[in-house]
């Protein structure tokens, strides 16, 4: 079956929406309960399909999660862990690379992993190589088999010095999960310190973890013996902030987004308010509206944090489609995150790829025949169109694009929207969308 969004554009979305724990922090945070000898207690859960692949990882690994009813919270009891049947783990991950990241927590508790043969958005080359290369280092056997990989470690685990060739978010926690309870010191040279990453250092530390990050990306873990529960509140989910901030800008509205967090958004507000948008910062959130006038242009690169995070660059594309004059982008961190342009250049965006590192400094994608630099030019009257998404946050900013859009939008591919945005069609619906979904056979 597939579902069809219908969206009228051409309205301003006006309102309020409330942003929950961070995508890129609550499934690895519900991981890392596999390392504890106690429950573990996780707040500000967001309800999205993320949250439910490692619900059910878990409790086929057998461990017993609970949800609050009212609450949202989930309690995780690893207490009687197991090995999980491959068909079982494939099953259930479906198109999501969080198996990866259980390797460490079930080879301490187990002995022995299995992780299938691993999805994720369509965005680029995102190999598993630093992962399996870290769990080498630290004493795993690592084996290639049908579907998958098989992973153990007869001799137990051993901290190791390490050095990421790029601070990369996925291989940061991989060590985090891996070390905490590994034998002697690691340390991690050239390690990723997204505020996700801090966070979960904040869930390993409650856990009874010894962990001290250092100056110029290094991260040092001393490993325990064994770790207990935690109970910790989630961050706020910075990047579903940024789209809201981006959506209410393109469409000349006014959105208070509930929970977003100034701190890590630094980099995110200060592009913000130079392409011409405002807010406002209050202890419970941020209110993101358009003040009027022309939307300025700009030149921006994507970075690790504390640069401009890759994930918000997509949303805002469409706000720069909307600026009076030429903006240049520069996307450092996936090679093809450009792919979702397409649509909005059927729906009357004027872009142009470039595979030369529009920027001032030459990344690591120079001279490798990839399309990673844009030109915007604008301003343009979107016209709706058929969109499928491609991607998460290319499926949101089409979204976007689609609501600014003059005209009507059908919009398939939809679920992948859920992998991140807690609810996202009633939220539309609150900021006073006309959204239209309906389910049809193939």
Not at 224 to 235: F, I, K, P
Not at 429 to 440: A, M, Y
Request: proline share 5%; with cysteine.
């Amino acid at each position: 079956m597939d579902s069809v969004m219908t969206i009228r554009g051409g309205v301003p979305l006006n309102g309020k929406v409330a942003v929950r724990g961070a995508k890129n922090l609550v499934p690895k945070a519900m991981v890392a309960a596999l390392l504890g000898n106690t429950p573990s207690i996780l707040r500000n859960v967001p309800e999205i399909k993320d949250v439910d692949v490692v619900t059910s990882l878990l409790t086929i690994h057998g461990v017993e999660v609970t949800k609050d009813p009212v609450t949202g919270d989930l309690t995780m009891d690893p207490q009687n862990a197991k090995t999980a049947p491959s068909r079982e783990i494939d099953a259930h991950a479906g198109d999501s690379r969080i198996p990866i990241l259980f390797c460490g927590p079930l080879m301490h508790s187990l002995g022995e992993a299995f992780i299938p043969d691993l999805g994720g958005c369509k965005i680029g080359d995102r190999p598993i190589d630093y992962h399996l290369q870290v769990l080498r280092n630290f004493g795993a056997v690592v084996e290639k088999r049908p579907g998958g990989i098989s992973i153990s470690a007869p001799k137990g685990l051993h901290g190791a010095k390490l050095e990421l060739p790029y601070p990369s978010v996925g291989a940061t926690e991989q060590v985090l999960l891996t070390a905490c309870r590994a034998q002697g010191i690691t340390e991690l040279a050239g390690a990723a310190v997204e505020p996700e990453i801090m966070d979960l250092i904040a869930v390993l530390q409650k856990m009874g973890a010894i962990i001290s990050v250092q100056t110029d990306r290094v991260i040092r873990i001393e490993g325990v013996e064994e770790l207990s529960g935690y109970n910790h509140r989630a961050l706020p989910d910075r990047n579903e902030s940024a789209s809201w901030a981006s959506a209410a800008l393109v469409t000349h509205g006014d959105i208070y987004v509930e929970g977003a967090d100034q701190q890590d958004l630094t980099a995110f507000l200060n592009t913000y308010r130079k392409i011409g948008g405002a807010f406002d910062v209050n202890d419970e959130g941020i209110r993101f509206y358009h003040p009027g006038g022309d939307l300025k242009p700009l030149v921006l690169e994507t970075g690790v944090h504390p640069g401009f995070m890759t994930d918000w660059q997509q949303p805002l594309v469409v706000a720069l489609t909307q600026a009076n004059g030429v903006s240049i982008v520069h996307e450092t961190v996936y090679e093809n995150r450009f792919g979702f342009t397409e649509a909005l250049i059927r729906m009357g965006a004027n872009i142009q790829l470039h595979r030369e590192c529009l920027g001032s400094v030459p990344c690591r994608f120079g001279q490798r025949n990839f399309q990673h630099s844009a030109v915007i030019s604008g301003p343009v009257q979107l016209k709706g169109t058929d969109i499928d998404i491609p991607d998460l946050r290319g499926g949101f900013s089409h979204l976007i694009a689609a609501l600014a859009a003059d005209g009507v939008s059908h919009v398939t591919g939809i679920e992948l929207i859920n992998r991140g945005y807690e609810r996202f069609q009633e939220k539309l619906e609150g900021l006073g969308v006309d959204i239209d979904l309906r389910t049809s056979g193939v």
